[in-house]
């Protein structure tokens, strides 16, 4: 059984559909998951409440989101008339695209951005094209390989114009290098959480002292950086403790705790309530 947070990839290598309903939804309600695949998602309809690497977002109509792999997102309420457009990538595609050093870094502006808000004939636009795209799998079927990586690249140069028109990309000089210390820090918390608590391991991959990181990602964010990567972690946690019956002591090693008893500690001190307790809740 798997022994880490529920995954969400694709055995294709890309797929688009719409019809997605606020049953199906709500299926997957507080369950948290990690994306493997890159996912598109134009909203023309309905609203979505849901955590994106640990940031509350509302979703509304004429809203894009971009789910980078590894992201992790927590679904919370959907609700009304939904009208949700998909298009997705797998993580075997991703990993054998290749994407230029600047779409990379746009990237970690999406990482922490996630959600863009479109005015209605950007929106309309976005819907005929999905709609197109569409109508084209259906016939096809499949898509060749290199027709997706061209489409890929297409979205991707899309979006980063869509960020700078919103000024998302335009960042003062004075505050760039802390934000963009805080975004690298956030990329690399979420690929090593399960393994890395340690404050100086994520200090020396961005090569900064641990003090610089602490008061850096302090000042931009509010919170310390053991808060952010405990969140990450019992986050994990809660997921695989509600979400499947992996034994607690495995749960404790995929998330690289010296024992239960640790893992035990660590989970009432952020949670309040032990993990046994929290699974029987």
């Known amino acids: 059984m798997e022994k880490t947070l529920p995954k969400i990839d694709i055995p294709m290598d890309f797929t688009i559909g719409t019809g997605v309903t606020e049953n199906m939804l709500n299926w997957y309600k507080d369950y948290p998951c990690r994306m493997n695949a890159e996912i598109f998602v ?5 609203r979505i409440e ?12 004429n809203d894009l989101v971009t789910l980078t792999p590894g992201s992790i997102i927590q679904l919370h309420k959907a609700e009304g008339d939904l009208k949700i457009y998909f298009m997705i990538f797998s993580s075997k595609f ?4 290749t994407i230029g050093k600047t779409l990379i870094d746009f990237l970690y502006t999406v990482k922490s951005l996630p959600v863009v808000h479109v005015e209605a004939d950007q929106a309309a636009f976005y819907e005929e094209w999905m709609q197109l795209l569409i109508k084209a799998k259906q016939r096809a079927g499949t898509a060749n390989t290199e027709l997706l990586k061209c489409l890929l690249q297409a979205i991707l140069h899309k979006l980063k114009e869509l960020y700078q028109c919103s000024n998302h990309l335009n960042e003062t000089p004075a505050s760039s290098r802390n934000e963009q210390i805080c975004k690298e820090f956030m990329h690399l918390a979420i690929q090593f959480y399960s393994q890395e608590r340690n404050i100086a391991f994520y200090a020396r991959k961005l ?5 610089h990181l602490s008061n ?3 000042q931009v964010t509010g919170r310390t950086v053991m808060d952010i990567i405990a969140e990450m972690v019992i986050t994990d946690a809660k997921a695989q403790l509600k979400s499947t019956n992996i034994p607690i002591n495995e749960i404790a090693d995929s998330l690289n705790f010296a ?3 640790f893992f035990g500690k660590y989970f009432k001190r952020n949670v309040g309530i032990g993990p046994q307790k929290y699974r029987n809740s």
């Open 42 to 46: 134009l909203c023309m309809g309905g």
């Open 50 to 61: 849901a955590t994106i690497n640990l940031n509350r977002h509302v979703i509304c109509e």
């Open 94 to 97: 991703i990993g054998n695209a």
């Open 207 to 211: 090569s900064i002292t641990p003090t």
């Open 216 to 218: 850096t990602v302090k």
């Open 259 to 261: 024992n239960v008893s």
